[in-house]
């Protein structure tokens, strides 16, 4: 199961969710993994930075933090995403704050399927594996319309 939850004071973004479990689900499937429970909660800078401090001893904001519970080829896990953060890189790119928010969502969902990101050559192969998960979206979405 997919779910995407937000904070009591942010609004769901606007998402297209059938497509996105959809796509999730063929990305799983892509890396040899399945998809058990995925649940993404939305939120505030602020709630990122408490989750932050409390449970990872970071003192810093960040676009998402995912929790793994994943067992076998089965992936599960929550992640935590700061809408702040991801629309103000998403500035900083100058792209769309939707498109920057399918990024990270399926970079939690990478990392879950034992993608890293903490040497140079993880975050080069974890950049290729979102841009092609993204590529895979851009083609679900235009035959959804």
Known sequence: MIAFYTDEDVRLPR???RILKRWLTEVARSH????????YQFC??????????EFLDHDYYTD???????EGDRISGDM????????????????????????VIV?????????????????????A???KALL?????LSESH
Request: include cysteine; glycine fraction near 8%; charged fraction near 30%.
């Open 64 to 70: 998402i933090i995912t929790f793994d519970e994943s």
């Open 107 to 127: 970079h939690g969902l990478l990392h879950l399927a034992g993608l890293g990101d903490k040497t140079q050559a993880e975050e080069k192969q974890m950049r």
């Open 129 to 131: 594996a979102e841009d």
């Open 44 to 53: 505030s800078d602020e709630r990122i930075l408490q989750v932050n401090r």
């Open 32 to 39: 040899g993994k399945r998809v058990g429970d995925l649940c």
């Open 80 to 103: 935590l995403i700061s809408l702040d953060t991801v629309a103000s890189n998403a500035e900083q790119l100058g792209i769309e704050s939707l498109d920057e928010l399918y990024r």
């Open 136 to 140: 895979l979206l851009r083609q679900m």
């Open 15 to 17: 998402i297209p969710r």
